[in-house]
């Protein structure tokens, strides 16, 4: 049964957004709505102009009979910029100083817009697509990895300082953790990360880096690659960071129980590049 073009272009844009990164052909589109493929070729021609006009992502066509189209989800500057300076207004709120210097923020990244939006823009930074897996540590960091990985159609992996028999069988390292300076543990399944893999970490907050270089060093014992870090939030206090290639959205620090927030480097870093 033929399809209109107004119906053809609802379920075209509902379907490729919820398959982010996964070639679709144009014969799949033609049968599914009983159209030419050249029909198609103009819906897809459509919404690529849309999906950019919009800052939605790229609509990617290849050509060929083994061809069709991809979409890699990303976000405009004014976006991306808008989002960062209602986050910084969000983190400011009063009550938001916990003591050690650490600032609140779980109420924000329970958000299923906030957590969208995040992982939405730490996604565009890697829209070419090399990335295998998404790493965090359990717990704040989940959330943020689980919508990193949807937007870039890839497994996450969840690190534990706690070996869970429920893992199996377990791959371990000890760091020094840059913020307490003690040495411990974390643990990740060995089913969890294929050899040779292309990872991303993420993480909710980055103090000194530790926990971070910990995992640097877990995915090392797969014989894998950490080919970027992103951050939600990183401390402003803290000059000897342990990392130094990352990418954060806000910088937080707190100056007489006062929280004070101002963008990260992901604006000038990504953006700087267009």
Same mark, same amino acid.
């Given at each position: 049964? +033929? ?38 070729? #103009? ?12 800052g ?20 405009? *500057?004014?976006?991306?910029?808008? %989002? ?8 400011? *709120? ?7 210097? &650490?600032? &609140?923020? $779980?109420?924000?990244l329970?958000?299923?817009? =906030? ?9 565009? #930074?890697?829209?070419?697509g090399?990335?295998?897996? =998404?790493?965090? =540590?359990?717990?704040?960091g /989940? ?8 937007? @870039? ?17 377990? /791959?371990?390292?000890? &760091? /020094? ?12 399944? +060995?089913? $969890?990360?294929? $050899?040779?893999?292309?990872? @991303? ?5 980055? +103090? ?13 014992e ?6 970027g870090?992103?951050?939600?939030? *990183? ?6 960071? =342990?990392? #130094?290639? &990352?990418?954060? @959205? ?20 990504? %953006?700087?590049? +267009?």
């Open positions: 049964m +033929k399809v209109r073009r107004s119906d053809r272009l609802i379920d075209m844009t509902r379907y490729l957004l919820e398959r982010p990164h996964t070639l679709v052909s144009l014969t799949f589109f033609a049968t599914r709505y009983g159209s030419a493929k050249s029909s198609i070729s #103009e819906d897809l021609t459509i919404l690529k102009r849309t999906f950019q006009e919009r939605t992502g790229i609509l990617e066509t290849v050509p060929g009979a083994a061809g069709g189209a991809r979409f890699i989800p990303g976000i405009s *500057e004014e976006e991306a910029i808008l %989002f960062v300076r209602k986050m910084e207004t969000a983190l400011t *709120e009063e009550n938001r100083f916990l003591p050690g210097g &650490y600032v &609140y923020m $779980s109420d924000l329970g958000q299923p817009d =906030v957590l969208r939006q995040v992982g939405r823009i730490i996604a565009t #930074e890697y829209q070419e090399a990335v295998d897996a =998404v790493m965090t =540590v359990a717990t704040k /989940v959330p943020i990895a689980q919508s990193v990985a949807s937007f @870039l159609n890839v497994p996450f992996v969840i690190v534990r300082h706690d070996s869970q028999i429920t893992e199996g069988s377990t /791959v371990s390292v000890n &760091y /020094v953790s840059g913020s307490s300076n003690r040495i411990e543990k974390m643990a990740l399944s +060995k089913r $969890s990360l294929k $050899s040779g893999s292309r990872v @991303l970490v993420v993480d909710d907050y980055m +103090k000194a880096g530790g926990t971070v270089r910990g995992m640097q060093s877990l995915v090392k797969f014989d894998s690659t950490v080919v870090i992103s951050v939600f939030a *990183e401390g402003a206090d803290t000059e000897d960071k =342990v990392i #130094e290639d &990352y990418t954060s @959205l806000l910088t937080v620090g707190v100056e007489n129980e006062q929280v004070k927030v101002a963008p990260g480097n992901y604006l000038e870093k990504i %953006f700087s590049k +267009k």
